[in-house]
């Protein structure tokens, strides 16, 4: 167990605020092993040419590489802060994903499923007029969402219509290379945390306020009685 | 089964379990430990880019567990 400055064990794990590295002593060897090995296979400085074919795998060979992912992503370096921010970050998206949901379905046979693209660019449209969500907000959503090859064109329609431009037009007036710019998707979640965050201050400052006008209110009433 | 898009080099073959943007996420079909991150050339399809930083290694990460986790 380690000591921090003022001598009170792990005091800084329990209560910094700042994103940290999770404990690692606590951590499966094997899960550490694998980690490291997909960061240095994927940090490995090699430009490869790869030679690019198709088949057909099983399921099982498929679900088993996703839980590897996620086992290194889940087990290793996720701050805490992190995990809550994602929560938040989740919640506060939830009902951009339910218009979503409630205008999508799987096509007869459920082979595929179908977005109905316009009344859901339509309806983040009035969302982003009424003030319930900014652009940023929109076009995070529908970037970080629709990510598969056959979403791309619903995804084309949702910007034209909600954000009013193409998809890249809108990322590149912004000083991104494109929607793909990498930056993008990290640098918006930071300024959406930072909105939500500020907001939650702002609301915090008006209940503060609010407060302090029923205790005035209620001061002068008394005062008033006597 | 399911039908994947494959990317053979260095004698290993490896599946793309995901993309999100330019981030491919690759499998070896042989060893499922054997897994990484890589970024396609934007002018040219066959050509995967190495990562910059352990950050950016991280954030990759997340995109696809915040991915997997917007579908459940």
């Known amino acids: ?226 | 089964m399911k039908e994947v898009e494959m990317y053979s080099f260095d004698n290993k073959n490896y599946f793309l379990l995901s993309k999100i943007g330019t981030y491919l996420y690759l499998s070896n079909e042989d060893n499922p430990k054997d897994i990484m991150i890589r970024k396609v050339d934007p002018n040219h399809d066959d050509v995967l880019l190495p990562l910059d930083s352990d950050e950016e290694f991280e954030d990759a990460l997340l995109l696809l567990t915040r991915k997997k986790g917007g579908q459940e």
């Open chain 1, 1 to 226: 167990m380690k000591e921090d400055r003022i001598g009170i064990p792990d005091f800084m794990e329990k209560t910094s605020d700042n994103y940290y590295k999770r404990p690692r002593q606590n951590l499966d060897i094997e899960v550490d092993d694998d980690y490291r090995l997909a960061k240095e296979n994927s940090l490995n400085p090699k430009i490869v040419q790869a030679k690019r074919s198709r088949k057909k795998l099983s399921i099982g060979k498929c679900v088993t590489a996703g839980i590897a992912f996620v086992t290194i992503a889940s087990g290793v370096n996720m701050g805490v802060s992190y995990i809550q921010d994602e929560r938040n970050l989740h919640n506060y998206l939830e009902p951009l994903n339910q218009v979503l949901v409630d205008n999508s379905g799987r096509t007869q046979g459920n082979d595929g499923y179908w977005i109905n693209d316009v009344a859901v660019a339509n309806t983040y449209r009035e969302m982003i007029d009424q003030g319930e969500y900014d652009e940023l907000a929109v076009a995070y959503f529908v970037t970080q969402r629709l990510t598969d090859t056959y979403e791309q064109d619903e995804a084309d329609t949702i910007f034209d219509i909600a954000l009013g431009e193409d998809r890249n037009e809108w990322a590149q007036k912004r000083g991104y290379s494109g929607i793909d710019d990498p930056a993008f998707l990290s640098e918006s979640r930071t300024m959406l945390l930072r909105n939500m965050n500020s907001k939650d201050s702002q609301d915090e400052l008006g209940a503060m306020l609010s407060d302090s006008v029923v205790a005035i209110d209620t001061q002068v009433k008394g005062m008033g009685g006597r």
